[in-house]
């Protein structure tokens, strides 16, 4: 029984953003200019301190689950992630109206709002570091409210327009009934079992000595279902998509690309813990049929409103929509053969987030650092910085011509999150396929790829846009220096990140994703106690997995 | 690390040019310098490579480029060097002499709109054709083939306004595409059979295939005899031989630098190359050594009646390319590989020679080349006539020239190569090669002596090559003769672009003393991965294993030894052209004429190529054409409809979901129930099944 | 037993009941349309719910709750607090005072936080 200490150990990079947080709200709020506009930096630094820490407390060889290398896993992969997105958002409360009358002639603490825009910031990444390392069902929902609550916050603060407070509204309600869901399926598996942690829960689950697959009682599966249900809203799947569009377009756009990508890793870090209850590898078949369902409506569904939609926010939307779809079919594809990443489905959903993370990033991040001319009618069409934001397909016309940085990350996310084979996305859709392949699931695979060509028709045609696009009005002009803050390095920065994981760097990724489940439960056949064993004396060799695979991931994403 | 540096420098100073073009255009008129800087720079580290090098072999990697797979079941295709005695003649050619054409285009392309670009392709074209000639691996060296094809493409194509230009590009690109085909499926036979794409581990697999069937156990396979008739397609198109030799002739649509460095001293020579690094392979079929020997020489001979015919002044100079890679072919055909290897050399010296100087001619006369409208030029611009001379003299093969040593150790090694044998088809193509060699000596002449000899005669081209327009760019250079054409007349050369030719014209005259007498091609090639073979085969085709170390072939016909029998007659006939060429062109011009009316028809279906473009449109173009009319009708009408449906399917589909996305949140939170509860349904049905 | 429980159960009914009855008996009575409505926190009930209101009310209001909530999480807390130190407790007394510590930190921060925003001010 580890106690307080040892948890506490665990959890020095939470501690640290924690007190970062803070930091960040109080020096928002100080009575100096500089030390309120040290707030930025002081979430940047807390971001990389933490991931220092991340690699520094190494992998929970304790994890109930074994699954403590994906837990380190994704608190990296957050954190990457999470400082790119500082970049792209960095400057959005300082473009409010609001934040320019706080810093009138004196500083009045009451309207300003960004010590609070990081502190939430800061808290939500928090809170899929918190989800990744749950090891009990309370905590996993804390963790997971932790990481959803300050977005709502975030996407009503950024924006001088109703429609943003709209959003915030749509998707605070809209999460709340999603968070009941997933209660309700928590609370049926604490009925099922008697038990809230990981550990114990997985033991109680038996295993069909016929078939090998885990045989949940009817309670315990409909506990599984509802949660996977509920969960399907963090990651903007079927039937839990419907608020993606309206509140992705409504948000300020670096906030939109915050909302694509955090939530999102939050929900499948959650989504792989709660199936591990039932082993990733042993599924039984009701949660296959589930799971391959909300995969191929997913994805389907994403893609054909994707395809007939000329606004870019909304088109990215979809896509983040269509993209989870992806990945859900990941997670039915079990873990594989030890030591091969090729088959190992949970290991390409990780690597894939990645690679997902960065195309949509780079996409919301040019789509940030860009204003339409188009829409000149006034105020209700200009967000947070005074420009109008909400940009459709004509916009970009022309952009690689105006802008080379701007059109050739525009492409290069467009080209990995269509799954071009030097890029990124194609070595995530190549591992999640082969995952799938490796499964058994072939019909799923054809639908997945028929999806992968239809996601090329509008993927291709904003790359396409971006350099023969010629422009019935006015297109898009690039937001000044000042306006722009650091956005267009942030878009660099996962331009390249997209270029080079897909190279030789993201072998290494794709080692630490696969090494990250290993070790790999003992055969389906044995009964719960051998299984839990087995677990931990292979999880005995974690330490130096876990140097290996901060080494790895280190090298893999260039940090800001 | 030098290996290294030698092809990414200028690799380097592509993309810097191709930068500075996009972010500093004011800096474009650096181009020539950085290229030519880059391609001086790569001449100096091969010299010291070589230095290195010496008759041993350096192995380097770059990085592994592709890898996977382990065990026996690996593959590895490194972006790594295998330098030996041959590739360092290799780069010294290709550095060497592309940094004197870098210098040259320097002064020739000044004032063009497109003067940046040209310099970074030919800057790329020395990194593919580097990487080429030092790949350790087959795959590699198909890369650099493919980049030199890529570049000589770019380059062919880069008056891309003219028509007749792009339309070049696209042959010669079409035209290689044929070949690389044969050469790519004889690289995937390649790994089939021996399992790895090292040339080096291929080369002892096949001498040992070899030394094993010499003993009288082991056997030839089917695929060893299939390995070389593949690779030799692929070198037959890049180099420019029968039947694939047609897009040579119309590659001198592109600016004379291009056709001086790609299409007569390197990238044309990377078919003999092929065949000389993978001489092993090519023995192992007792038939692919002779068909490339009996190519080289109908080649040879073919292209030189047609040069004898043309009015061209590149165009002359561009069949006579196609007749000298004949007879390079010619050699490595009969296991002369020092031959083969010392004509590419003086050949790549007095062709970029030839082609320069016409270019300066050319440039001269404002794009005029028809030599019918030239005479007696001799007056306008001496340097050129005198520079172009001594190219003549070389190619034409006169003795003690460059041209003299090399192509006589070809003939002399033919023939005794078919003394050796006794075979009557070596006797034959020795035959061709020496009527080739009169004809050579003869319209080289021809086209020397019209147009720089006689009464002096000029018509200006119609195309002012760009340097009138910027005549104002560069008068500052003391260099008042560049900017006649605006009196219509031609004018000398500045010395910046003639000095590189006569550093080539020194080389053209001398190499070939120098090289035969140190016996430099000899001792590199014989130390390379070709010739270590080389001496092997010798000795077991003459049965005669104490024999022919050392070099000296003691075959003797008529009963002198071959190749002085060579020397002599190849004199004889060199001579005996250019003088009759002296005779008819010049001394009494009215026996041309005289001849040229009675030869009317002949001359023109000559000219005419023979036909060949004719035949090949009908039996090759056609067919596909009507081919590529089907497939196109069966697409339009079958495979679209069905592409369109499919097309719009999503749209359909998301047109129909759409209304679902109303903004309302009741209706989204009712979505939201209604899918859980379906959902949870489907796995209450899937657990009751 | 549950002897006890009645007595409790007695004594909160007669003091729910005896002050009812009491103000009834030593109040004055003073019946008005306005003390007749209904009780919503301050507000008034009738009319429109879409009308603007200050928000002031509702953030002292939510701080009050805030603080009130946690001094209720104290009560416990040191009920049970002696035990945890004495000789059947785990010998956790410490980890728990700091636990609590940082839980009072965090509610300081809360508290500070408010109090820089103005919260406090009510003009």
Same mark, same amino acid.
């Given at each position: ?64 689950? /074994? ?27 300082? /473009? ?16 300003? =709002? ?7 910031? *800061? ?105 996977? *249900? ?56 009701? +949660? ?54 090729? /088959? ?51 916009? *970009? ?45 072939? /019909? ?32 898009? =002009? ?66 130096? +997995? ?15 | !690390? ?155 194509? #880069? #008056? ?126 007792? #038939? ?39 007879? !390079? ?163 000398? !050369? ?7 030719? %006569? ?30 073979? %080389? ?98 009708? %069966? ?37 939201? %129930? ?16 | ?18 002050? &009812? ?6 109040? @004055? ?15 008034? @009930? &009738? ?11 509702? &953030?002292?209001? $939510? ?12 009560? @416990? ?9 004495? @000789? ?11 636990? $609590? ?7 300081? &921060? ?14």
């Amino acid at each position: 029984m580890p106690t307080i200490a040892d948890k506490l150990a665990g959890l020095w990079p939470e501690i640290v953003m924690l007190l970062g947080a803070v930091a960040c709200l109080a020096a928002g709020l100080s009575a100096s200019a500089r030390t309120r506009r040290l707030t930025p930096w002081i979430a940047g630094g807390t971001m990389a301190l933490a991931w220092i820490f991340a690699l520094w407390t190494g992998i929970d060889a304790d994890h109930p689950l /074994g699954l403590g290398g994906v837990v380190t896993y994704v608190k990296c992969l957050v954190l990457v992630l999470g400082l790119v997105l500082l970049l792209v958002c960095a400057g959005v409360p300082e /473009g409010l109206k609001q934040t320019a009358a706080a810093e009138g002639a004196r500083f009045d603490p009451g309207l300003s =709002v960004r010590g609070e825009f990081y502190f939430f910031f *800061l808290l939500s990444i928090t809170g899929v570091m918190l989800t990744a390392g749950a090891t009990d069902l309370v905590w996993l929902f804390l963790a997971l409210e932790l990481t959803s609550l300050p977005t709502y916050v975030m996407i009503a603060m950024t924006r001088d327009r109703t429609v943003a407070h709209e959003s915030a509204v749509k998707y605070f309600f809209l999460g709340a009934l999603s968070a009941a869901m997933f209660l309700y399926g928590f609370a049926l598996i604490y009925g099922a079992t008697g038990f809230t942690e990981f550990g114990p829960i997985r033991d109680a689950v038996a295993v069909s000595s016929e078939t090998g697959l885990s045989d949940p009682s009817p309670l315990m599966l409909m506990g599984i279902v509802l949660s996977v *249900l509920g969960l399907c809203f963090k990651v903007a799947a079927v039937p839990m998509h419907v608020y993606t569009a309206d509140v992705y377009q409504g948000a300020a756009t670096p906030v939109t690309a915050f909302l694509a990508v955090v939530p999102k890793v939050a929900g499948f870090a959650a989504l792989i813990m709660v199936l591990h209850l039932l082993g990733l590898d042993r599924l039984p078949e009701p +949660v296959l049929y589930l799971l391959g369902a909300i995969g191929v409506l997913t994805m389907t569904v994403g893609n054909v409103l994707a395809f007939v939609q000329t606004n870019l926010k909304r088109v990215m939307a979809y896509s983040s929509v269509a993209n989870s779809g992806y990945m859900m079919l990941g997670l039915m594809a079990g873990l594989g053969v030890p030591g091969n990443a090729l /088959g190992n489905g949970p290991a390409a959903v990780l690597f894939f987030l990645l690679a997902y993370g960065f195309g949509s990033i780079g996409a919301f991040a040019v789509i940030a650092a860009l204003a339409a001319q188009r829409s000149p009618d006034g105020a209700d069409h200009t967000d947070a910085t005074g420009v109008a934001d909400d940009l459709e397909y004509d916009d *970009l016309a022309g952009l690689w011509w105006r802008s080379p940085v701007l059109g050739g990350v525009m492409l290069v996310s467009m080209l990995t999150l269509v799954g071009m084979p030097p890029l990124s996305g194609f070595m995530g859709k190549f591992f999640l396929i082969g995952g799938v392949l490796n499964a058994g699931f072939y /019909g799923l695979v054809i639908v997945l790829v028929i999806n992968s060509a239809i996601s090329a028709g509008y993927y291709l045609r904003i790359a396409m846009l971006t350099f023969f696009g010629e422009s019935s009005s006015a297109p898009a =002009v690039i937001l000044p220096e000042g306006r722009r803050g650091p956005r267009v390095v942030g878009a660099v920065i996962a331009g390249i990140a997209g270029l080079l994981i897909g190279g030789l760097p993201g072998n290494s990724v794709v080692r630490n994703a696969r090494e990250a489940f290993e070790p790999v439960p003992a055969p389906a056949s044995a009964e719960p106690e051998t299984v839990q064993a087995a677990a931990d004396e292979s999880t005995a060799s974690a330490p130096a +997995v876990a140097r290996s695979q901060a080494a790895g991931l280190a090298d893999a994403v260039p940090t800001p | !690390m030098t290996p290294t540096l030698i092809p990414w420098i200028p690799a380097l100073a592509a993309a810097t040019i191709g930068l500075i073009s996009l972010f500093r255009s004011e800096w474009n008129r650096f181009a020539g310098a950085l290229c030519a800087g880059a391609i001086g720079l790569s001449f100096v580290l091969t010299l010291w490579l070589s230095s290195s090098v010496g008759s041993g072999v350096v192995e380097s990697g770059f990085y592994d480029w592709i890898s996977f797979g382990s065990g026996d079941n690996a593959f590895h295709a490194g972006f790594s060097w295998f330098i030996d005695p041959l590739t360092v003649v290799m780069l010294l050619v290709i550095t060497g002499i592309g940094g004197l054409i870098a210098v040259y285009a320097h002064g020739y392309m000044k004032g063009d709109p497109g003067y940046w670009r040209f310099f970074a392709y030919v800057a790329l074209f020395i990194f593919a054709m580097t990487t080429l000639v030092m790949a350790d691996n087959l795959l590699l060296l198909f890369l650099g083939w493919e980049g030199v094809g890529l570049c000589s493409y770019l380059l062919i194509g #880069y #008056y891309y306004e003219k028509p007749k230009a792009v339309a070049a590009a696209k042959k010669a690109f079409i035209v290689n595409r044929v070949g690389d085909f044969g050469f790519l499926l004889g690289i995937f036979l390649c790994y089939q059979h021996y399992g790895t794409l090292q040339i080096s581990t291929m080369l002892e697999g096949a001498r040992e295939t070899l030394a094993a069937v010499a003993h009288g156990h082991g056997a030839v396979t089917a695929t060893d005899v299939w390995i070389p008739f593949l690779l030799m397609v692929g070198a037959f198109g890049k180099s420019a031989q029968l039947p694939l030799y047609m897009w040579l002739p119309d590659a001198m649509a592109g600016p004379t630098p291009v056709s001086a460095l790609v299409h007569a001293a390197t990238m044309v020579t990377a078919g003999v190359y092929l065949i000389a690094r993978c001489l092993p392979l090519f023995e192992l079929s007792p #038939y692919a050594l002779p068909t490339v020997a009996t190519v080289g020489a109908v080649t040879a001979l073919f292209a030189a009646t047609i040069a004898l015919v043309s009015n061209d002044l590149k165009g002359v100079f561009a069949y006579s390319t196609v007749s000298q890679l004949g007879y !390079m072919f010619l050699g490595v055909g009969c296991l002369s590989t020092d031959g083969a290897v010392f004509h590419l050399v003086t050949h790549a010296f007095f062709k970029a020679l030839l082609f320069l100087t016409a270019g300066s001619v050319m440039h001269a006369l404002a794009g005029q080349l028809n030599i019918q409208t030239m005479g007696g030029l001799r007056h306008k611009m001496p340097v050129t006539c005198w520079l172009m001379f001594a190219g003549c003299l070389a190619l034409a093969g006169v003795p003690l020239t460059a041209g003299f040593f090399s192509k006589d150790l070809i003939l002399g090694d033919a023939l005794a190569y078919a003394v050796d044998h006794g075979s009557v088809l070596f006797f034959a193509l020795t035959f061709l090669g020496v009527v080739t060699a009169f004809l050579t000596a003869f319209y080289t002449f021809r086209l020397w002596f019209t147009v720089f000899m006689g009464e002096e005669k000029f018509e200006m081209g119609d195309e002012h090559h760009a340097a009138d327009d910027h005549a104002g760019d560069h008068a500052d250079e003391a260099d008042a003769a560049h900017d006649d054409h605006a009196h219509d007349a031609p004018h000398e !050369m500045p010395w910046s672009m003639n000095g590189p030719l %006569v550093v080539l014209a020194a080389g053209a005259l001398l190499a070939g003393l120098v090289l035969h007498f140190t016996g430099g091609i000899e001792h590199a090639v014989q130390h390379s991965t070709a010739a270590v073979f %080389v001496d092997a085969a010798h000795s077991q085709h003459a049965g005669d294993p104490a024999g022919d170390h050392g070099g000296e072939h003691h075959a003797y016909f008529l009963g002198v030894d071959a190749h002085v029998f060579m020397q002599v007659l190849s004199s004889i006939l060199a001579v005996a052209g250019v003088v009759l060429a002296a005779f008819v062109f010049w001394m009494k011009r009215e026996i041309a004429d005289k001849a040229a009316a009675r030869f009317d028809k002949l001359i023109r279906f000559a000219r005419h190529e023979y036909c060949i473009n004719e035949i090949c449109d009908a039996a090759v173009v056609l067919p596909l054409r009507r081919l590529g009319a089907l497939f196109y009708a %069966v697409d339009r009408l079958i495979i679209n409809s069905v592409m369109d449906l499919m097309g719009g399917l999503p749209r359909w589909l998301g047109m129909g979901v759409r209304p679902a996305q109303n903004g309302r949140i009741q209706s989204y939170g009712l979505t939201m %129930v209604l899918g859980v509860a379906l959902l949870a349904v489907l796995v209450l049905v899937a657990t009751g099944g | 037993m549950f002897g006890a429980v009645g007595v409790l159960l007695l004594m909160a009914v007669s003091f729910g009941v005896g002050n &009812i009855v009491l103000t009834h008996l030593l109040g @004055p009575s003073r019946k008005g349309e306005v003390k007749g409505t209904v009780y919503e926190s301050g507000m008034n @009930p &009738i009319g429109s719910a879409r009308r603007r209101f200050n928000v002031r009310f509702y &953030i002292v209001a $939510m701080t009050f709750l805030l603080f009130d909530v946690e001094i209720v999480f104290f009560y @416990p807390w040191a009920a049970t607090f002696t035990k945890l130190g004495g @000789p059947e407790g785990d010998g956790l007394a410490g980890m728990f005072l700091v636990r $609590m510590l940082f839980f009072l930190l965090t509610s300081v &921060i809360a508290f500070t936080y408010a109090w820089r925003k103005g919260v406090f001010r009510y003009d």
